[in-house]
């Protein structure tokens, strides 16, 4: 059982390029979730999805755009990217509201110089 | 005023000592209280999940939630060095599994 499944692991940009991160999960929850995590600064909520074809936006949702096709995938696109946007980001899923438990993928280290 | 205000450490203790982490919170809609660990260069994980007030034992974790006080712990009995890792609180209201607000983490380091 994968989980929760993010690619690329590592990436560098140059300022002004875009970027798609992947996140794939094979748990058919209905909820995903993308954060970015930077030092000292905890989980910070960018975009998420109630289920397919259903997307809203989180806390620092600017300069980032998603979709949601499919439930099993919920990719993060990254237009014109800028030095503020050098993180980790991590894709996490959830099916359970009573419990409030979510799955997190192992996180994209995104660069951007 | 942070929704959720968590000391980010680092703390440091010998093996064996009991560990208490804390979180404190302003939003007295948060029904769902959590904590994750997080091992370095890795995604967070549930550890231990608690509904309204009270307390909750796994192992050597035990979790408290003092709702009057807007006030959680966790605390890790025996450490070991393997508990070597961020321990990130997260809460969220009732229904509002879209709204899962974590703190900033604290480093735990057990020395061996």
């Known amino acids: 059982n994968a989980g929760v499944t993010q690619t690329p692991k590592f990436r560098i940009l140059k300022i002004g390029q875009s970027m798609t991160l992947q996140c794939a999960q094979d748990m058919n929850h209905n909820y995903m979730y993308w954060y970015r995590q930077d030092p000292g600064m905890g989980l910070k909520l960018i975009y998420y999805s109630v289920g397919a074809g259903i997307t809203d936006k989180g806390e620092v949702p600017n300069g980032y755009n998603v979709s949601r096709s499919t439930t099993e995938d919920f990719p993060l696109r990254l237009e014109l990217a800028a030095p503020s946007q050098t993180s980790v980001y991590f894709c996490?899923?959830?099916?359970?509201?009573?419990?409030?438990?979510?799955?997190f993928g192992e996180g994209s280290r995104l660069t951007v110089l | 005023q942070k929704e959720v205000e968590q000391d980010p450490g680092p703390l440091s203790v010998p093996e064996g000592a009991i560990v208490s982490l804390n979180c404190t919170y302003s939003n007295s809609a948060f029904q769902y209280f959590m904590w994750y660990r997080q091992y370095s260069r890795k995604g967070p994980e549930l550890l231990m999940y608690t509904y309204s007030s009270g307390n909750k034992e796994d192992g050597r974790f035990t979790a408290q939630v003092d709702k009057s006080s807007k006030y959680i712990s966790l605390f890790i009995r025996d450490s070991q060095p393997s508990d070597s890792a961020t321990y990130l609180c997260a809460m969220m209201p009732l229904g509002g599994y879209q709204k899962v607000t974590f703190g900033t983490g604290t480093k735990l380091q057990v020395i061996p």
């Open positions: 996490a899923s959830g099916g359970d509201a009573n419990t409030g438990e979510l799955f």
